[in-house]
């Protein structure tokens, strides 16, 4: 069964402590994945799409990688303006259906 | 303004009433999907759509029905609510050429079936 899972759930972290995010999934083939930040009473903000390993994308100061089973997405120097919850989602090769993981809470403190 | 336009935002209403809630896209986008947001199960696919007449089912189509007859509306009707399908609901637009590529979502809809 295709399932993707982020760790950890909730990360509290001071402003400026650099740390990492984890969404691994279990797909037959990977079409791509993709990151998203969702702030409370928002709809979900488009981040990234990665499509094969090895590949990494940047935006400030965040930035994603992704291997054959895992995607991170790496936060350097946080700001409390980063504190969202951060989706990952993975499109398999063998449909067209999205599968969503539960999100990780992140909270920068100043 | 480019955006995702959902309403109403918040309704509440009673089992067997039915509803429509409605999305509009401003982008020109091929690509809509709708979604149900639900603590400790993440976003849910309901249905999509790659074009105009085009619509395929996701995660959890039951008691859930769409149409797209002109390119920037996609409305979802519940014919019949019930309860368990109390949740925030999100509509989204992605331009393509890759499927969800990008895709921009709505402001939500928050539904209260009693």
């Known amino acids: 069964e295709d399932q993707v899972t982020q760790s950890p759930e909730a990360l509290r972290l001071q402003e400026g402590e650099s740390s990492s995010l984890n969404c691994s999934y279990t797909?037959?083939?990977?079409?791509?994945l993709f990151w998203y930040r969702q702030d409370p009473g928002k709809g979900p903000e488009f981040l990234f799409t990665?499509?094969?390993?090895?590949e990494e994308k940047e935006k400030e100061r965040l930035k994603a990688t992704l291997t054959k089973k895992e995607s991170f997405l790496h936060i350097t120097a946080p700001k409390p303006e980063d504190s969202a919850t951060y989706l990952c989602?993975?499109?398999?090769?063998?449909?067209?259906?999205?599968?969503w993981g539960a999100g990780t809470k992140l909270i920068i403190k100043p | 303004e480019a955006q995702v336009t959902q309403n109403p935002r918040y309704l509440i209403t009673v089992t067997g009433k039915k509803l429509t809630v409605t999305c509009s896209q401003n982008m020109n986008h091929e690509y809509m999907s709708w979604y149900r947001q639900d603590p400790g199960l993440g976003l849910r696919q309901i249905y999509y759509?790659?074009?105009?007449?085009?619509?395929d089912k996701g995660d959890v189509p039951e008691g859930y029905k769409v149409s797209r007859k002109e390119k920037r509306n996609f409305p979802l009707i519940l014919e019949s609510p019930s309860p368990n399908q109390t949740s925030l609901y999100f509509c989204a637009s992605s331009p393509g050429p890759r499927l969800w590529e990008a895709q921009y979502f709505g402001p939500g809809t928050r539904l209260t079936v009693l």
């Open positions: 989602a993975v499109q398999a090769a063998s449909n067209y259906q999205l599968i």
């Open positions: 797909v037959s083939g990977l079409r791509g």
């Open positions: 990665l499509y094969s390993a090895g």
């Open positions: 759509s790659m074009n105009v007449e085009v619509t």
